[in-house]
């Protein structure tokens, strides 16, 4: 679980002969394992436990702010994800009744007042009772996960807003924020919905609502196996699943095109909902914000229908104009990013429809939308996305087709021909992957720049983009994304002798006038010094005299090139991390999963 946070981690374990056990330290894992080997901790011999990772919010990452967190006694024991917002004033509240905090974490305010509630309140003696009354008091999003001295065969886990998963094994019996925790012991799992707690033992699992009233988890089977979440023997997690990207495309679109129609998963609006859209917005972060970019180029082309991508962050603070024929595309990898799931429900709460794309089964964002088109990219460790986005891109495709295929803009023949394209596109990221030596080569020349900056036109523009943010997140290198046109407006002041500058090209046929200016663009940054990196298609004679390093992609249909030229700017950022020497998967600050705003 190391890939949700890594600031620092920490294990409680009720054992039989010491009671409650708690080691927590600040950093990477391997600093906890070896704290445990210090402690004489080797192994637990214990009835119950649990571990965490942790991605600072509040405290900064240090020993003590690490989880889990205890009560005064040292009798309880909670870890937790998310913010519990209303901290301060139940932080004032612990301290006016003399209780002495020992953390700057929100977290440690839930351990006491449990220990309160279990001690003193009208739930005493009742684990699962004290957590739900805390919960009912709590604001904001969180999972918790608590353990009592007392009740050494108990665990007990609550949600809202953040997830938790509940695995089903033979005689044990576990909790997670991801199937990943347990798959190696299970692949039998249980969705909890919102407001929900359940309590495990060895023998299976009991799910109430915070009010103690019975409730239902949803169970459903982990459709992967551990070797997916493993290096399978590559040096880092990020590369495999660099690699991984044929297939990953190959399983998105696998199933989506049946009887000569582009299918959805799940459709829980009407096909006339679908017809009447008059509007699209696309909400995301990061890279899959990146991906609703290139959407934006597809589906206005496919549809006639005026497209809006919209940073999830900003989307429900500016008042956006939305009604019950507006779609809001929502797209996420995880399909639990805080920020896009407040998008999601701002968007419901003004009529509007979202179709989610994400990449996680039954996550927060599928749930809570009206249709749902999944990435099957498979899991995705390293940070830095890549399979995922990749798939998102392709999905997102889909979705242009689904709209096109309902609003009539295409016939049924064009989109099955556009479909077929897609089909091709594994085999030709499979080519991009057969010759990525050159990058890495390229990367590791590289290790040493200042900055970097990436140019693009069209659907070259979220490119460039997606290629700044992966070398700022692996390593830790200014660079900027400029729309290549933009450049004589401002940034081209930035240009100066040997800066490396990455361009990506548009297609010399496809996109003949956008490539005659992005010639005359490369000249012009190459005149004042620039070291010219081209990304073009295969046969591109034109851009060769301009570029100082040419990287060659097969040449696909226009508004499918990023699905190519995205692969080597992956592999770019990622050499020239390793070279700089920075942990590829695990970048500083990051954590895979942001579920907080
Ligand atoms: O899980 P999501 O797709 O919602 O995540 C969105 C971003 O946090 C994510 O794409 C992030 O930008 C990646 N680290 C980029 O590599």
New binding site residues.
Partial sequence: MEYRGYDSAGVAVLTQADGLVVERKAGRLANLVSALDDAGHGAFAGTAGMGHTRWATHGAPIDRNSHPHRDTAGRVAVVHNGIIENFAALRAELEDSGVELSSDTDTETAAHLIAREYDHGSTAGDLPASVRAVCRKLDGAFTLVVTHADQPDQVVAARRSSPLVVGVGEGETFVASDVAAFIEHTRDAVELGQDQLVVISRDGYDVTDFHGDPAHGKPFTVDWDLSAAEKGGHEYFMLKEIEEQPDALANTLRGHFRSGRIVLDEQRMSDQDLRDVDKVFVV??????HSGLVAKYAIEHWCRLPVEVELASEFRYRDPVLDRDTLVVA???????AD?LEAVRHAREQKARVLAVC?TNGAQIPRESDAVLYTHAGPEIG????K??LA?VAANYLVGLALAQARGTKYPDEVAREFGELEAMPSAVAKVLATVGQVRDLGSRMADSRAVLFLGRHVGFPVALEGA??LK?LAYMHAEGFAAGELKHGPIALIEDELPVVVVMPSPKGRAVLHAKMVSNISEIQARGARTIVIAEEGDERVRPFADELVEVPAVPTLLQPLVSTVPLQVLAAEIARSRGYDVDKPRN?A???TVE
């Fill in positions: 995301a972060c990061g890279s899959a914000y797209v996420s990898q995880s399909g639990e990013t896009t990449n940070v830095a996305s890549t995922a986005f998102q943010l992966k997140e990051l895979k999963s942001v």
